[in-house]
């Protein structure tokens, strides 16, 4: 079975994650009001029965989220400023059929992210501030320091589960050259789990600004110590 996300741009994938975890917080009864001047941080005030809580919604194709550290682990910018995150996710990274939407406390998060730059740090790992740092939503194992501090959906049931194709069925979300500017300058918080997905962003990212095909562009990429 193909990957039918790959059928779409980059700023409508993001997009369309963006809109079902909207639509499912507001069929929680949340109503939700986007915090200006945040960029790709994505953050809502959303509001249930007189109570309004601070949101940060995070979308991932490969089952890892990403918050980037500040201050040698002990804070994470976004993730500190907000009271809950929610988390849209394909149900599979290769073969995506269903959208799976979260809700999580950002205290448990925090302390899962914590835990995780602890052990990655006592295992001899250089982590950058400011550079986003990942985690993945399913249980890892015992083992790689990486794996602390992952498995949080074991805890948590979706809020919503949806059919991609049926979402593409009813609207394909459009995106506009500010959204893709925005995107290229919040790659730190995109939540990639590898070089390769970061340079195949790049690239699909300079294809559409060229107005060229994918094929047309090449990028080379090299690393200094």
Do not use: C
């Amino acid at each position: 079975m193909s990957n039918i996300l790959r059928e779409l741009s980059e700023t409508v994938r993001w997009h369309l994650l963006v809109n079902a975890t909207k639509t499912a917080l507001e069929a929680q009864g949340y109503s939700l009001d986007r915090v200006p001047g945040r960029g790709l941080s994505n953050i809502w005030n959303i509001s249930k029965d007189g109570k309004t809580q601070v949101a940060s919604i995070r979308t991932t194709r490969n089952r890892y989220i990403a918050f980037p550290p500040l201050e040698n682990g002990s804070k994470f910018k976004t993730l500190d400023d907000v009271d809950l995150v929610a988390v849209a996710t394909v149900d599979s990274k290769d073969e995506p059929e269903k959208l799976e939407i979260y809700l999580f406390p950002a205290d448990e998060v925090r302390k899962r992210f914590k835990e995780n730059y602890v052990a990655r740090t006592k295992d001899g790992q250089s982590i950058k501030d400011n550079f986003g740092m990942w985690v993945a939503l399913d249980a890892k194992g015992a083992g790689p320091a990486s794996s602390i501090g992952t498995g949080i959906i074991n805890k948590y049931k979706p809020i919503a589960v949806y059919s991609i194709s049926n979402l593409l069925a009813d609207n394909i979300p459009d995106a506009t050259e500010d959204d893709e500017l925005n995107e290229m300058n919040n790659v730190a918080e995109r939540g990639f789990a590898s070089i390769a997905e970061v340079m195949a962003w790049a690239r699909e990212n300079v294809a559409q600004l060229a107005g060229v095909q994918v094929e047309a562009v090449k990028l080379d990429l090299k690393i200094e110590y």
